[in-house]
């Protein structure tokens, strides 16, 4: 797995049990759904927007961060990003990146493609697992990995949303960009918010008719092609190779990598939809295919960004770098501040998870926060169990001060404490 496969691809089924970059096993199923949202705090580092908009339509915070409803767990620092749409600012690296993708699309498919760029990040249950088959027990359904406005009501965590409603409503090749939202670890290429395009193509049996192959083997041949023709319109002549996986919504499934500084990339998850999801919208008669890919990985490879938190930065000296329709540019980082570690150990409770915890750090620290490590952990003779970990602060913009970190790490210490049901060492 390379560092970047568990935000392109959560829904692979062997990330239910592969550990992660930093060595975790993250998705377990029985800790994921015994996890209960965070209560929420009333001491907050972001200012508290009362209201986004999205595409035009304002949304109240209260509508989205409650503290009325159990299953909540959306903290303000994301709803502060609902509405931020990086991919339709053209002078942006996920927005260039996004223009270059319709570029390939649009002068080989003259056209034929829509593009939806505005739908809204917030999508029930239905949309977002049930209309692409996610099985009901799928660890991506749990609190822990996934944001709830209430039970039936999630942030989107992938762009796989829309595929059935956009079908139902009579669409058949489409491009679908948008913000997904995954409860995560914390280093340099995680982030709670990023940004992935859907691709979808139905064909007719007088597509594959002609061609005397079987409609299935049609479509996945004529989905590689056209990856492939994209792989290297953005990246030039790269080596690529194809690896079977398994998606809900696909059969068969693949992932693309490409071969970039002496590693394998996975830059995107693919496949032949099943006929079920088609079946729903009449298309019994059709094959189609569909991919999926994480615009932040690309772009961090592309524009040669180090960390997934400068997509964020207002700062001039990363925003003034790229010029529309420049793909490619490469950053030159402006400086590199200090790291300062701080380690915390505590004994945790059943509940306990590395996410509940990252969203903790976050919380305080916001982007402040650039990795949070366990470094130990062990079960003593009583059964009960300690976790060390280390997290780095280092500003992307200025050095920190001593006693700014002191003071992170000091309400860091409180807030796990007081939310987590951890006891600390
Ligand atoms: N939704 C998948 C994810 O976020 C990516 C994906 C895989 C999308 C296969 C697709 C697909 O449309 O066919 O992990």
Redesign the pocket.
């Known amino acids: 797995m390379t560092i970047f496969s568990v935000q ?5 089924r062997a990330s239910v049990a592969i550990l992660s970059s930093n060595g975790l096993n993250r998705f377990s199923f029985a800790s994921s759904f015994s996890s209960s949202p965070l209560p929420k705090t009333k001491k907050r580092r972001f200012p508290i927007v009362s209201a986004v908009d999205i595409g035009g339509v304002t949304v109240a915070r209260n509508d989205v961060v409650r503290d009325d409803d159990p299953t909540n767990n959306v903290p303000d620092s994301i709803f502060s990003k609902l509405g931020m749409q990086l991919h339709r600012r053209d002078k942006h690296p996920i927005g260039i990146l996004k223009n270059a993708i319709y570029d390939y699309f649009d002068s080989n498919y003259a056209k034929q493609f829509e593009k939806f760029e505005d739908l809204s990040p917030i999508v029930t249950t239905k949309q977002n697992f049930d209309d692409v088959l996610v099985p009901a027990d799928h660890v991506s359904r749990s609190l822990n990995d996934t944001y709830y406005v209430d039970s039936q009501t999630v942030l989107r ?4 949303a829309h ?1 059935a409603e956009l079908l139902r409503e009579g669409h058949r090749r489409f491009l679908v960009t948008g913000d997904v939202y995954r409860r995560d670890s914390i280093d340099s290429t995680h982030y709670p918010v990023f940004h ?1 395009m ?3 193509c139905v064909f007719s049996p007088g597509d594959w008719n002609e061609s005397g192959k079987d409609s299935t083997l049609y479509a996945a041949e004529d989905l590689k092609k056209c990856l492939e023709g994209l792989a290297r319109h953005l990246f030039g002549g790269v080596e690529m190779r194809w690896v079977d996986t398994y ?1 809900p ?2 059969e068969p ?1 693949f992932e693309l990598e490409i071969y970039f500084k002496e590693d394998w990339l996975e830059v995107l ?3 032949v ?1 099943e006929q079920r999801i088609l079946k729903q919208s009449g298309l019994e008669n059709n094959v189609a295919w ?3 890919l994480g615009l932040e990985r690309l772009a961090m490879v592309l524009f040669d960004i180090p960390d997934i938190r400068l997509f964020w930065s207002d700062d001039e000296r990363f925003t003034s770098q790229f010029k529309k329709g420049e793909l490619g540019v490469k950053f030159k980082p402006f400086s590199k501040y200090p790291p300062c570690y701080k380690d915390i150990s505590f004994w945790i409770s059943e509940s306990f998870t590395e996410n509940n915890f990252c969203e903790v750090v976050r919380g305080i620290a916001g982007d402040l926060v650039e990795e949070v490590k366990l470094i130990d952990s062990f079960t003593n003779k009583k059964g009960m169990t300690s976790h060390c970990y280390r997290i780095v602060f280092r500003s992307m913009e200025r050095s920190l001060t001593d006693e700014e970190v002191n003071d992170l790490q000091s309400k860091v210490r409180d807030e796990v404490q007081r939310k987590l049901n951890v006891e600390l060492r």
Do not use: L, R
């Open positions: 392109s691809t959560i829904f692979t965590c992938h762009t796989s595929q992935q859907e691709g979808f998606f919504f696909t499934s998850g693919c496949g939809t569909a991919f999926g």
